[in-house]
């Protein structure tokens, strides 16, 4: 399959990536507006998608938007926040199919229209958002903030990273807090809103059958960038020496323990043992044929699930597992054994290769998704990255056994954290 990817900037702070391929039927579309993660601002950086996605002043109803998109053949808009890093990246999608399945020469640029329209021409009143818009949105998140609680399992692990980085902006909850919705309100939102269109740096990826030099004339027909000083978003620190291990333990009306361990690993993601980190890791906990499933799961049956996760960008490291609220100290024993373990060296060159093969075909696995070549393109601009899919899959080939113990001697606990059974 050819790919071709071509990255160039447009304006200020506003950078395209332009990814061409044949595989896909579709077009997606994906803009990106990336923000500090800070305290001040998360909760209004989670709500703006919401209340854009309301309607605009052309289309002033979410079902007027959709009407819309149902004239573009079917046209999926989505929108998102996400934490990446010390990053909070609200993002505006739209698939479309392509023009040459439907004769329609001109798809590409009215999608493009439409997307413009969402983030850059907003229904207003009295030069503010729509008060019901804005107020039934704040309802909205406040829901899916309350609803958090909902997933244990992912709960755990989130609760797990903001206690290990309490004092860090790593920490911040990405739809952001409760507390905040009271003082936001549609004037306050909508002057944000015009702030971080104008300051905020942005990434656009465009993904499909598409010729470069159509495209790029396209985006700068149809959006009008109108650019501030844009901010800039300091790198994440991640080296970090533990002083005291966190210990934190929570109670809930629930029937099976969630143990998370939080760890630095002080393995940045542009060092050279970054890629034999994940290898260890994956060795570590990265499936059926780990390290932690067979000694914790398989051999002592004291887990129902486990694994380890490592977050790229702030360079940490998640084992979660769920476990019978009496098996913790023996849990926690076997979890710190097998980590031990991986620093000595006590792994075979089986297990290396089975590794490989299993990073080798989740990133492979990424060609057969355009969000997922979106997500992968945006993450290699934050980290500097020019290296594409193969080059990244020939490092992962070259990591060798030296280089797994030397990445992962470094790793340390942060915290333990335990979500029990109330008394």
Same mark, same amino acid.
């Given at each position: ?112 229209? @439409?997307?413009? /329209?969402? !983030? ?10 729509? *008060?019901?818009? %804005?107020?039934? =949105? ?108 966190? @210990?934190?333990? /929570?109670? !809930? ?10 760890? *630095?690993?002080? %393995?940045?993601? =542009? ?125 992962? *080939? ?26």
């Amino acid at each position: 399959m050819k790919l071709e990817n071509i990255r160039q900037k447009i304006d200020e702070g506003v950078f395209l990536n332009l990814i061409s391929t044949e595989k896909f039927k579709t077009n997606l579309i994906s803009f990106y507006i990336i923000r500090p993660l800070k305290r001040d601002e998360v909760t209004k950086n989670a709500l703006i998608p919401l209340v854009l996605k309301r309607g605009t002043k052309n289309y002033n109803s979410s079902i007027n938007i959709q009407k819309k998109l149902e004239t573009l053949y079917g046209a999926n808009l989505s929108i998102d926040v996400n934490k990446m890093g010390e990053r909070q990246v609200i993002r505006f999608s739209i698939e479309a199919v392509n023009s040459e399945f439907v004769k329609e020469e001109n798809l590409l640029k009215q999608v493009l229209v @439409m997307l413009n /329209e969402v !983030l850059y021409n907003p229904y207003i009143e009295n030069n503010a958002f729509s *008060r019901e818009y %804005v107020n039934q =949105e704040k309802e909205n998140l406040r829901k899916k903030i309350i609803s958090r609680i909902n997933d244990k399992k992912q709960y755990a692990v989130e609760r797990c990273i903001e206690e290990m980085c309490k004092n860090e902006r790593y920490g911040l909850y990405t739809y952001g807090y409760i507390e905040d919705l009271d003082d936001i309100n549609n004037i306050k939102l909508y002057e944000h809103y015009k702030s971080i269109m104008e300051t905020s740096p942005m990434e656009i990826s465009v993904i499909g059958n598409i010729e470069k030099d159509k495209v790029l004339k396209l985006i700068k027909d149809c959006f009008s960038f109108e650019r501030k000083e844009i901010i800039d978003i300091p790198r994440e620190n991640v080296v970090k020496a533990i002083k005291t291990k966190n @210990m934190i333990s /929570e109670s !809930l009306d629930i029937n099976q323990g969630k143990l998370c361990l939080g760890l *630095r690993t002080n %393995v940045p993601y =542009e060092d050279k043992l970054y890629e034999p980190f994940l290898v260890g890791n994956n060795i570590l906990g990265g499936g059926a044929n780990s390290k932690l499933f067979e000694a914790i799961r398989e051999k002592e049956s004291l887990a129902y699930y486990i694994y380890s996760k490592s977050f790229k960008y702030k360079s940490i490291m998640i084992i979660a597992s769920g476990i019978e609220f009496e098996n913790f100290d023996k849990a926690l024993q076997i979890i710190k054994e097998q980590i031990n373990e991986m620093k000595e060296g006590k792994f075979s060159e089986s297990d290396i290769e089975d590794a490989k093969n299993s990073i080798v075909t989740s990133i492979r696995s990424m060609k057969d998704s355009n969000f997922s070549m979106s997500e992968f393109y945006l993450s290699q601009a934050f980290t500097k990255d020019n290296r594409n899919m193969d080059e990244i899959i020939d490092n992962i *080939r070259d990591v060798n056994k030296e280089d797994i113990i030397n990445a992962l001697k470094n790793i340390n606990l942060d915290t333990i954290y335990f979500l029990k059974k109330k008394e």
